[in-house]
């Protein structure tokens, strides 16, 4: 079995995760991102993703938002907008956020404002993945 | 002097509001405990991302980020004031607002954002324009007002239309102390949060990914949706611990209140009671005068 290491999940609303892990994957801005025991320090960016724990032989999985990510010798602590598990999810909601966002894009010319509706609608449809794909 | 009725009745009137003051006494001390918790939880997040700026900040060395930059002086000025959505809360909107008064007077001031109803109406009374109003999310609130508030503010900055952005909050120092606070949120100044930290992280020498520019461009969004969020829960645990003692106050009148007029109703019953007896004392003796009625 691998190693494992302490692991802090934080949102500004509250403490999502705080126990061991053997593996930890998320979305960094530049693409997936695993980190296991002995990771050499390290901080980076995180985009809108999916979260992956691996904890006792079992994978835990959940939606992410962005934040950031630091790896310390000690610890790893991940810090997020907003994480929640599968179970946590809204469906519908998502649903009608995701509908909201494409309408918005259609309409906007605006380079920022379709970015933020881009990242809106990557929140929906993660969201949307994570709830239809889980199965604990 | 009041009759009877009078007095029961008012004492029945003071006797409802009395349960509608001790209720919102315990409500706002509920409220109050939920946001104190919320402040913790995002002190956590917010040192953290405060933290890692200034380590990149510090290895990097002097970047000219857009959002680090101070821009001319004499510059577009805007204020984020946050207030309570309703009143009640002792002098808590009062106090806020003087100080948004004040701290506007003598600026060039282009944009007002507000949060809660108080504040919206305070600056549209003064025939202020209020660019944004966002209201009745306190109770309630998601990081996604911090989000919104956030991208409004930063797409503003992006496009010139403002240089200067201060927040005006009630700081939650302990429940005895709420201090009201002008605060400089744009231009970031690194120097300027943290003061009241007792314990400084040391960050020993970490890699960046995927740039050192690039994290810290991702950070600084959250770090302002931090520190808003920081700001509207500091507010809600303010305002509502504000509300709790005056509700206890109150309370506490209308108890000293209801004394005084349980005692009245009870000197005008026993009046009336020896009124009463001396007129059925007197009639009696009148008759025994006579002789004809055997008392």
Redesign the interface.
């Known amino acids: 079995m691998e190693k494992p290491f302490a692991l802090t999940v934080?949102?500004?609303?509250?403490?999502f995760y705080s126990g061991t892990a053997e593996s930890l994957t998320v979305e960094?801005?530049?693409g997936e991102?695993c980190i296991l025991a002995g990771h050499?320090?390290?901080?980076?960016?995180?985009a809108v993703g999916e979260l992956k724990i691996k904890q006792g032989g079992k994978l835990l999985r959940a939606f992410h938002s962005?934040?950031?990510l630091?790896?310390?010798?000690d610890a790893t602590?991940v810090?997020l907008?907003?994480c929640e598990w599968p179970e946590e999810i809204d469906l519908n909601r998502a649903k009608e956020a995701m509908e909201r966002a494409e309408h918005r894009l259609e309409q906007q010319r605006n380079t920022?404002?379709v970015t933020?509706s881009k990242i809106a609608l990557s929140r929906a449809l993660m969201r949307i993945k994570v709830k239809t794909t889980s199965v604990n | 002097m009041s009759t009877i009725s009078d007095i029961r009745y008012h004492i029945k009137s003071i006797h409802q509001t009395r349960q509608i003051t001790s209720a919102m006494h315990l409500i706002s001390a509920a409220r109050m405990q939920k946001a104190i918790r919320?402040i913790e939880?995002?002190r956590?997040?917010?040192y953290?991302?405060l933290d890692?700026m200034k380590?990149?900040r510090g290895h990097t060395g002097p970047t000219n980020h857009p959002y680090l930059t101070r821009r001319e002086p004499g510059n577009k000025m805007a204020y984020i004031v946050i207030a309570g959505d309703r009143g009640l809360a002792g002098s808590y909107n009062h106090d806020l607002l003087a100080l948004a008064q004040q701290a506007m007077q003598d600026q060039n001031v282009t944009h007002i954002f507000t949060v809660g109803d108080i504040a919206t109406a305070h600056f549209e009374r003064a025939g202020q324009t209020v660019n944004a109003r966002f209201e009745n999310m306190l109770a309630d609130l998601?990081?996604n007002t911090?989000?919104a508030i956030v991208?409004l503010i930063m797409?503003l900055y992006?496009a010139q239309e403002i240089d200067e952005l201060h927040v005006i909050y009630m700081k939650f120092v302990n429940a005895a102390l709420q201090k009201p606070k002008d605060f400089k949120l744009l231009p970031i100044e690194l120097a300027d949060f943290g003061e009241e930290r007792t314990e400084v992280q040391e960050?020993?020498?970490?890699?960046?990914?995927?740039s050192p520019e690039?994290?810290f461009?991702?950070?600084v969004?959250?770090f302002m949706?931090?520190f808003i969020?920081?700001a509207l829960v500091h507010a809600y645990a303010s305002e509502n611990c504000a509300r709790m003692n005056a509700m206890d106050s109150a309370t506490r009148s209308a108890d000293k209140l209801l004394k005084k007029l349980t005692f009245q109703y009870h000197s005008v019953r026993q009046l009336n009671i020896t009124n009463e007896l001396s007129e059925i004392t007197g009639a009696a003796n009148l008759f025994g005068e006579k002789g004809d009625f055997d008392a």
């Open positions: 934080l949102t500004p609303e509250r403490e960094s801005i530049d991102l050499i320090p390290m901080v980076a960016a995180l962005e934040g950031f630091e790896v310390h010798a602590t810090l907008q907003a920022q404002a933020r | 919320r939880q995002n956590a997040y917010f953290r991302a890692t380590y990149i998601s990081i911090a989000r991208a797409q992006d960050l020993g020498e970490m890699l960046c990914d995927p690039r994290v461009d991702a950070l969004p959250q949706i931090g969020y920081g």
